[in-house]
């Protein structure tokens, strides 16, 4: 089975998987892709990100996978059918055991789902299969050990605390963006590439979509169930919640988000023998 996902799909959470394109979360892997590519997006979820890829390597082939069976149906619905891409589908299938053969794909990307499986490791190693030793495996995961913000609201203090409590309870971790190039290494990925990128949320409305995404988010998604679990009562989560709605109004709002992202070359067959999936 796949492992729990910290934040679950309500609609607070795809609100904020939605705004994600392949320009403000994927920039480090652009460079590398070319028309007539062949793309696997795993843990893609709302699949705004693998859109854009599909857009990128048109008439290559694109798929974006996701443990979620619901989120799959609605990323295919959303880009596939009404929009036309006839080198883009969507499928259930578990970033462990990839239905593809060694060497299948030119690039083989993951956003933000490292931070949440209890082995990245084996992921990589996954990833890795499939992109083969002529292949790319490009990953990108927040670090929210490193989250800052302004102004001080001793709420958000304890959502951050909260968040990594709850996160490493379920499954995962939350300050995976300093981990990936460790994890890289230790899946015997080649070539490995490290870099860093941010996202910055400060303009008014940012800071009330964001803001307004995590107020929602706190009371009502699997993470306010997980969040429960480990013992935070319904004030603390209101509080929580308050605060991230008084951080939306600061007209003097700021908050930065550090990702570590990584670029390797994947597995030959040496090292994982075809026909192993
Ligand atoms: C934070 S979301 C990221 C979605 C998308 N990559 C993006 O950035 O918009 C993580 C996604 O990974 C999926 N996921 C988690 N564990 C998985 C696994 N073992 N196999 C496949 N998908 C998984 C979740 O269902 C979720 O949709």
Known sequence: MPDAYTHGHHESVLRSHRWRTAENSAGYVLPWLRPGMSVLDVGSGPGTITADFADLVAPGRVVGVDASADVVAQAAAEHVGAAGREGLSFEVADAYRLPFRDGEFDVVHAHQVLQHVERPVDMLRELGRVAGAEGLVAARDVDYEGVIWYPRIPALDDWLALYLRTHRSVAGEPA??????????????????????????????????????????????????????????????????????????????????????????????????????
């Open 176 to 277: 995976a963006g300093r981990r990936l190039k460790a994890w890289a290494r230790e899946a015997g990925l080649g070539d490995i590439r490290s870099t860093a990128s941010l996202w910055l949320f400060e303009n008014d409305d940012d800071r009330a979509w964001w803001g307004g995404m995590w107020a929602d988010r706190v009371l009502q998604s699997a993470f306010a169930e997980e969040a429960r679990a480990i013992g935070a009562d319904d004030a603390r989560l209101q509080r929580i919640s308050d605060g991230w709605r008084e951080w939306a109004a600061a007209g003097d709002g700021w908050l930065l988000m550090p990702h570590g992202e990584i670029l390797a070359r994947g597995r030959g067959p040496a090292e994982s023998p075809r026909g192993e999936s």
